[in-house]
């Protein structure tokens, strides 16, 4: 029997650092529906569906073949709401119409628009050799704590943050990764009966620096915008 899949995207209405963003036009189309075309273009997803709370957001999406089979509700659309309750939000809406959960769910945010499909499969790959509940992607950070990375210390000068490697070179550093938002793919039971990502076994897919672009300021959309015209 095939094993089905679900392409999640969320995005609420509102936005502090970048009013409207989730609609805003990015190289001709909304930022929403960048993700949405990504995800439908992913073989092993059946369904592509946008949580929102807002109904222009909802008629977008839909417009480009997402399904926006419920409305987010407002508590789980604040500025503060934590975005890991949006994704048990939805499982239980599937979990409640269906009759059973997805086997596994990718959530493909909105504000990633430079990813590539095959990122998207990657990760689904990644989640499917086993022993993971959770699959993230990553990139490799450009600072590093154990070597330039400073803190502000009691007497207010500053000092490493890991002080005790005594590490004198970039190359001999311990290597570490910044989290991306590019995509996740989740067991919906784990999401349902933990609270966060690193409760659980996690795996992860490393993006490169120039398809992992978050947007979340206007800074962050114009560089976007350059990174489109010159892809």
Not at 53 to 67: W, Y
Not at 131 to 158: Q, S, W
Request: proline content about 7%; glycine content about 6%; hydrophobic content about 40%.
């Amino acid at each position: 029997m095939k094993s089905s899949v679900v392409a999640l995207i969320c995005a609420r209405g509102g936005s502090k650092g970048l009013p409207g963003k989730n609609i805003r036009p990015l190289a001709g189309k909304p930022l929403i529906v960048w993700a949405i075309e990504q995800a439908r273009a992913v073989s092993r997803v059946q369904r592509v569906i946008v949580s929102t709370d807002s109904e222009e957001i909802a008629e977008i999406a839909r417009g480009a073949g997402a399904e926006v089979p419920f409305m987010r509700p407002p508590e789980l659309a604040r500025d503060d709401s934590p975005e890991w309750l949006t994704w048990r939000h939805a499982m239980n809406f599937l979990k409640e119409t269906d009759g059973a959960y997805p086997d596994r769910f990718i959530v493909v945010p909105a504000t990633a628009p430079l990813r590539s499909v095959s990122d998207l499969e990657k990760c689904l790959d990644e989640y499917e050799k086993g022993g993971a509940d959770l699959v993230i992607t990553v990139t490799e950070a450009h600072r590093n704590p154990a070597f330039n990375m400073v803190k502000v210390l009691e007497d207010g000068c500053v000092g490493l943050v890991m002080p005790q490697s005594l590490i004198s070179r970039r190359q001999d550093a311990p290597k570490v990764y910044d989290v991306t938002t590019v995509a996740y793919v989740a067991r919906p039971e784990f999401v349902i009966h933990k609270n966060s990502l690193f409760e659980g076994k996690v795996r992860h897919v490393c993006i490169p620096a120039e398809r992992a672009l978050d947007i979340d300021t206007p800074l962050d959309f114009k560089i976007a915008e350059c990174l489109m015209a010159h892809r």
